[in-house]
Structures are given as structure tokens and as C-alpha cells.
């Protein structure tokens, strides 16, 4: 596969840049439930996919079906030499405006590379950062990209006359080492910021000096870090091959929309020959003929009664989502267990299987049985007197014929049968279970995007968090007990905006004052620790169950890891976050996550290790599907063991 290069030039008058080697993005199968599951996919073929999976209801009656719902993906490999990006930053004025629009683009990298690549820590980055004095390396390539973050922080000072052809050989210098010993190229970007007066010509020749260096390697993004209108940003627009790659100070992610744009026209590589998707229905358990609407499976018997099912598909587009929709019917009652798996031929001919999540359905064995109706027993039936047959005779005074007697009925006898209930064990009440729970939701500003109908992703999950108080109980004096609910809300800080109680009013008040801690960031670290520590700073309700339900729309930011915090002995964010997640469970708290957003959005193997199971994850696509969701959950808390 050909290295493909890219440069991405930001100079405090300057930024340039185009991303490579990104598969397209991908959006949510149409059906696909939040509680979905997703299973890993190995490497032994060159295109591998995904698997998400849910069932609905999980408890039916043997009168009843279910729904199963899949969504497969194949997914082909992109940059298997890896991706390397080098940030080239310049102590200006206006450096805050350079280093968030760099933690953008880094952070699109990152979602990408934890989607696509082998290894996420395939991923690597470095800093150079330049005054007037000279350059200098801050960070070598490397795959913390914690402390690549904090090196993107760069002094506010002014340097017009900035070293940024020796910047510029630096950063070459990091990607040629990037190469080196590589079987497989690695993908490569370069962002540099830089600025000038428009009367120094000397510098003028030096910024397009240092263009030309990085234009070499790919295409740049140039953006000038300065106030528009200002003489700075005059040699700036003449950097990048397309206008189109330029962007100045005060502009709000251009870098990362742009960078979005390119990533998703990427070619993918490798093509896929074909996909197989089965399901193993156990013993006990029955397809429904007719309720896939795509059409009706391969079926087969299986091991111990089992019935395979199976969907194929002949050279399906890669990273785009098949969904599968299917009825199932128990004959028995019992515990459940859907299993599967996806299979994925490369034009190659190579194979890579990986197993479907396993999908748990409980049928209880609650049908009416009709009960023949009893048979009267026939009642006696009176004979009729015999009917005297009249003569003549010669008295002259008639006499009065004798009166017939009356016959006695016989009783009518019916059975009547009583059935005989009996038990030795409690009998557990779903309406009877009660919950301690905290509602943990994201207040970053990436939840401002707009869902399907328009409005923002914060609006709807807080509606569907109102539309989960409804389903609880929290003050009727008819019932033994009552729900209680927490509110805590999280960003770059976490906050309890309602301890735990009962009053409804205030509940919904706290949810709707959640959208003014509005902020960056997305600290799931600290969300875990605040909502734990709501539930435990109380007041509980005896014999409620402790219950965190999190929801974020993106992956963990700046959450602190290794020597001085926390958690020492962990090397990234995602150990960090399990490290906290692991605290509350080991509390007994029943963790749910909730993933919203576009499949790209959403780390699902880190909210999967989050919450207490695999079925306590779901994943919402859009933000309407969160009422739904939290309906579920809501469900769940309140039903019996």
C-alpha cells in the first residue's frame, strides 16, 4: 500500500493540513437498539467488522415472541503502518485558539485510530514548538497522547520572526523517523502555526519556504492564529494548495471538519468478498417463519437441538451497516442464550471470524392453559301421568276423574374445580422493587449537536431522563417503599446538582439546571467518583439497590493517568476510567452506560468494561432514542431477581 502523507500547516499565521487513510464514517443501522452489544473481530483476514446485537423484550411468557436485532459491519484496514501526526506550534498571542483547534484534530485521530486501527496506540503524535530564538522538539513521536496534549500548550508571547523553516526540518525529521523500520507505511500529519507582518519579506520567504518542505509530504492546512483583518495573516492564505485548507483565529473547528471531510473519502484498501452472519437458536427456542424482513434465513439443525439460522452476503460494501431483524418464540421455559457469529473473506481469501454477543432471554411459563369445561351431570325428568281412556257408563252423576300425581325432580350436579396453589419461597412483586439511583449525564459542548428533529443531544437526553423519573415511584403512600434518584452532571468538572431523595419537583428541576454547567471536556473519570459518592452520601432507603446510570455522546478527555494521579499504575485514559468504574461496582453499585452518537463518537469497548455487564451497555445513535433506553433501564432496576 502506498504511504499516503499528509501536512496540516497552522501558523500564527499559517495552519495547513489534509488527513488520509480514513475510512468513511459510518452511521447507525436504521433499528438498531441502544442496548446493543458489539463483538471484537480478530486479525487474522486483512477486513475484519462488528457485530452489535440486542433483544427485545428479554422476558417473554411461552405465548409470546421477542425481537432480535443485529447490525454487521465489515471493515477493512486503514494505515496498518499506523498513523503519526506532528504538531508544529508557535508562542503567540493567541496560543489557547492554536492548542484548541489542535486538540480537535487530535482528538478525531483518536476516535478514528481506536475505530480502525489494530492497535489504538498505533496512533502516534509529537509537538515542535518555535519562537523567535529557534525550535525545539517538545515531544518526540509517541503514543501518549495525554502528554502530547499537555505539550500543545505554547507561550503567549509575541514572535513575528519566528524560526519556522528549522520547525519545519523537525518536523520532517519526526516523520522520517516514524518510518523507519516499518514493514507497512505509516499514514502521516503535520499541523503548523506560524504569523508574520506582511512588510517583513525576509519572512514571508521563510513561511513559504517551510510550506513548500511540508508540501512535499502532503497537503497542508494553513491558518493564522491572529486577529482577522490584521497584517499577520496576509503571507497565511497563500500556503495551502485549496483555500479550502485555510483558517484564521476566532473560527471554531475548520481543522476538524475539514479534517472529517477528507478522512471519510479515504479508499479503504482491501475489499471484501463476502460476509456470513448465524445465529444459534438453543433447544427450546424457535424462529418465527416470516419476520425477517429481509428475507428468510439458511436454516440447519444444530448441536443438542440447537437451530442455526444464517444471512450471507456477496461483496458487501465495507463500513457500511447491514442490519437484521428477526422473530424468536420459546417452546419451554428457562434461561435463553442467542449466540452467533460473523465470518468475513477478503478478496485475499482470508478469513476472519469473530463471535456475536450473546443475547440472554428469560421465558417464564405464564401461558393460560385452557380448562375443558365440566360436564353437567343430566337432571331426571318427570314421566307423564297415562292418559285414561274414557267410557260410557250409566250413573246419572258424572264423577271427577282422579287427579295425575306430580313426579319429583331429581338435582342437577356440577363439579367445580378449584385449583391448588402452593409455595415455599417469597414471592417477589416487580411493582414492590424499589431503587437508589443516579441519572450521570454529559454536559460537554459536543451534546449542542442536533439530533434528527433538530434539537440538541443535551435537550434530548434531559426530556428522556424526565421520561425515567415517570416510570419510577417515588412518593405513593399505597405502595411499602419508594425510588429515589440523584442527579449529577460532568464535563471537564462533575457536580451533584440533587442528592439522593424522592421529591419529584426538585428531581426534575436539578435535570433541567443541568444545561448551565455547560463546559469542555469530558471527564468520565470524575462523572464515575461524583456519582458514587451521591450514592453514598445518602440518604438511602432500606433495601434499595444502589444503581449509576451514565450517559456521555464521546470519548474520555483530559482525565489525568500514571505518577501524581489517581490511579499511578495506569499508562493512559481508558485504564484510568475502568480504574474508577471498577471502585463503584467493587461498592455495589449496578452501573448502566448509555453511548450516544455515530458509531465514530462512542468508544464502546470502554463503556462495555464501564458498566456492571455487557447487557448494561446501550447505544444510542441519535438522541431520540433515549427515552426508549432509559424506559428499558427503568424496567430493569424495578424487576425481580
Known sequence: MPRRRI????????????????????????????????????????????????????????????????????????????????????????????????????????????????????????????????????????????????????????????????????????????RRGQSEAPCEFIILYGYTKSHYADQREAMLEAANLLNREGDLMVGCPMVAGAWYCRVAPEMPRSRRNYSEYAESGTFQRRAREQLADLPRGIDVRSMQLSQVLPAGLSYVPGSAPLGEPASRAGEAGATVLTWDWEAPEPARVYSVTYRVKPSEAGDKTITGELTVVDRGRLVQKAP????????????????????????????????????????????????????????????????????????????????????????????????????????????????????????DPSLPGRDQVAVVGFNDLAWTARGLGADEAAIRAALEGLEQGVAQGTRIDLALRQGQAAIEAGPRQAGNPPVMILLTDGLPNRVPFGPGSAHPGCGDQICAV?????????????????????????????????????ADYFFAPDGEDLAAIYRQIAGRISSCP
Open 356 to 475: 456475536a454477543p450473546e443475547l440472554h432471554l428469560e421465558a417464564i411459563d405464564l401461558c393460560p392453559t385452557p380448562t375443558p369445561s365440566p360436564t353437567p351431570v343430566p337432571t331426571g325428568t318427570p314421566t307423564p301421568p297415562a292418559t285414561p281412556t274414557p267410557t260410557r257408563t250409566p250413573s246419572p252423576t258424572p264423577t271427577a276423574s282422579p287427579r295425575p300425581p306430580s313426579a319429583t325432580p331429581t338435582p342437577s350436579v356440577f363439579r367445580i374445580y378449584i385449583p391448588l396453589l402452593s409455595w415455599d419461597e417469597t414471592i417477589c412483586v416487580p411493582e414492590y422493587v424499589f431503587a437508589d439511583a443516579v441519572l450521570v449525564l454529559d454536559m460537554s459542548t459536543s451534546m449542542d449537536r442536533e439530533t434528527r428533529s433538530g434539537r440538541s443531544k443535551r435537550a434530548a437526553a434531559v426530556e428522556a431522563a424526565q421520561h425515567f423519573v415517570d416510570q419510577l415511584s417515588l412518593d
Open 7 to 178: 501536512a496540516i500547516l497552522i501558523a500564527l499565521g499559517l495552519l495547513a493540513g489534509s488527513l488520509t487513510f480514513l475510512p468513511r464514517a459510518t452511521r447507525a443501522a436504521p433499528g438498531s437498539s441502544p442496548s446493543a452489544q458489539r463483538g471484537p473481530i480478530g486479525r487474522e483476514g486483512q477486513c475484519g467488522g462488528s457485530i452489535t446485537g440486542t433483544l427485545s423484550p428479554t422476558r417473554v411468557s411461552l405465548c409470546a415472541s421477542t425481537a432480535v436485532t443485529l447490525a454487521v459491519e465489515p471493515i477493512c484496514p486503514v494505515c496498518p503502518g499506523g498513523l503519526n501526526i506532528v504538531f508544529v506550534h508557535i508562542d503567540s498571542p493567541q496560543a489557547r485558539w492554536q492548542e484548541q483547534e489542535s486538540r480537535k484534530v487530535l482528538d478525531e485521530l483518536e476516535r478514528w485510530a481506536g475505530r480502525y486501527l489494530s492497535d489504538p496506540k498505533l496512533l502516534r503524535a509529537a509537538v515542535i514548538e518555535y519562537d523567535n530564538g529557534g525550535a525545539q522538539t517538545k515531544l518526540k513521536l509517541s503514543d501518549q497522547l495525554g502528554r502530547a496534549r499537555g505539550a500543545l500548550m505554547a507561550d503567549a508571547t509575541y514572535n513575528p520572526r519566528g524560526a519556522i523553516v528549522r520547525a519545519a526540518q523537525l518536523a520532517q525529521r519526526e516523520l522520517q523517523d516514524g
Open 578 to 614: 475502568l480504574a474508577a468504574a471498577a471502585e463503584a461496582r467493587q461498592a455495589g453499585i449496578r452501573v448502566f452506560t448509555i453511548g450516544l452518537g455515530l458509531p465514530d463518537d462512542v468508544l464502546r469497548d470502554l463503556l462495555v468494561g464501564v458498566a456492571s455487564s455487557p
